[in-house]
């Protein structure tokens, strides 16, 4: 029995659909703290990560060509402003989404927005700054007194050419990855159907999300047919976090 796990992302739930119709596969969903906590324990085999995350892992393999990408919109989280991003001061990043932070740190560099102030700010916390990254459907910044931008607009204006990576696959250099990769690319076809389906307004698949308030549009420019297009993109992104040293200069993915 091969274990996989994520953090909640609705780009993911076709794919993990798919995943839980292979009877030798088990998955669940876990909290970013909770999931880094059980890979970095052995307890889980594979896990979806940011690319620039990965990195950080030591030990760590990317299965790369099975990720999940965007063309254009990002369903979450999202950038609350009061101004214009190039007038912004102070950015605050919810809790749970913690891990976009060196992320955005790139784009942001890369566009030339200098904001004096990134922090973290803790869950359930109201942020005062003229910036903060949070849920698409978090009630305290979705008033009329803020513009929205989504991720994937702010990747187009820094990459325009290139697929934006929003997970990789990850698998611990102790596991069986060449049996898990291969066991991925099994499920592939099943996957892009459950998301061609959910992306035209078919299945939602609320028992994996709890809630059944979702939009098909919401899923509209995800894709999972990224093949070599996706390891570009992580290599292009990670070379764009040692420009700007968010990453250090050795820095680098390992595949299988």
Do not use: H
């Not at 091969?2 to 119709?21: D, H, N, Q, R």
């Not at 955005?104 to 904001?115: A, I």
């Not at 700010?121 to 931008?149: H, M, N, P, W």
Request: hydrophobic share 40%; net charge negative.
């Amino acid at each position: 029995m091969y274990k996989f796990g994520a953090t909640f992302a609705l780009e993911a739930v076709p794919m993990v659909s798919a995943i839980s119709e292979f009877p030798n596969l088990e998955f669940r969903w876990y909290s970013w703290s909770e999931l880094i906590e059980e890979f970095f324990e052995g307890r889980l085999d594979t896990i979806l990560s940011p690319p620039l995350i990965a990195v950080e892992f030591p030990d760590s393999i990317v299965i790369p060509g099975v990720g999940i990408s965007t063309r254009g919109r990002v369903p979450s989280p999202v950038l609350y402003t009061k101004v214009a991003l190039e007038e912004g001061r102070n950015l605050s990043i919810t809790a749970k989404y913690g891990y976009w932070k060196s992320w955005l740190g790139v784009v942001m560099s890369n566009l030339g927005l200098n904001y004096e102030r990134v922090r973290i700010v803790g869950e359930g916390k109201f942020s005062q700054d003229d910036t903060i990254l949070a849920g698409v459907d978090d009630e305290d910044y979705s008033s009329a007194r803020y513009k929205v931008v989504n991720l994937g607009e702010l990747w187009k204006r820094m990459a325009s050419e290139t697929p934006m990576v929003c997970w990789v696959w990850v698998c611990r250099r102790g596991a069986d990855y060449r049996q898990i990769r291969m066991l991925l690319g099994r499920l592939w076809d099943k996957a892009k159907e459950n998301l061609s389906e959910a992306s035209c307004g078919g299945r939602i698949y609320p028992e994996l999300m709890g809630s059944s308030d979702v939009r098909a549009e919401d899923l509209a420019d995800i894709y999972y047919n990224v093949a070599s297009a996706e390891v570009e993109s992580i290599r292009w992104i990670l070379d764009q976090a040692k420009k700007f040293e968010f990453v250090s200069k050795e820095a680098d993915f390992i595949m299988c």
